[in-house]
């Protein structure tokens, strides 16, 4: 009697690869949703660390070379920072503009998106010593502080977002009497630091 060799099953079945085609898709799918709230996410944590490194660089730089630096938020996305000389022909200002369509912006809509821990108002996407974009002049000083054009300590925050997704609100504040620079975001429940 002779035995029949039993042939060794390869590759897979078209259920195994239905299957796996099914996991795929899944997956696929659920990389999509996350990546249309990751990206706003991301081009608002990146017009924050702008805004961020630029104001305390301009406070550094207020120290570092002895000289008072003027800080100006202008239109919607920009920020102008120019260095006030008493004598001499001062470096032009220099005006930087947020990427990835952030801008200055409050969330007021329901749910509104509340104050900073810090309490310095909300009254306007820049809102400095209580009035909407601060005073007309605000500057580092030599040792660190933040002023206005009186030599008044200037505590405020301006806030950033992307429009239309209230998951990318961001704010930075500064403490008039040291220029402290600080960041927050918001985690759809609170200001996160």
Known sequence: MKKQQERSQT????????VAV????IVLAMAMIKWTTILPNAKANSAMDQLLYRLR????????????VQVQFVGTNQLTISELWVTGTPPAPLTYTFEGGA????????????????GFGNGAA???????GGPPIMKFTTNGAFIDGNNNYVNG???LGITGSPLTARAVTILGA???????HWDGTQWQE
């Open 11 to 18: 590759g897979f079945s078209a259920i195994e690869t239905l």
């Open 22 to 25: 099914a996991i795929i898709f």
């Open 57 to 68: 660089t301009a406070r550094e730089q207020a120290i570092a070379h002895r000289r008072e």
């Open 103 to 118: 801008q200055y912006m409050l969330f007021t809509s329901s749910p509104a998106v509340p104050d900073t821990p810090m």
């Open 126 to 132: 820049i809102y400095f010593e209580n009035a909407s």
């Open 157 to 159: 925050t301006a806030f």
């Open 178 to 184: 040291t220029g402290r620079v600080r960041e927050y």
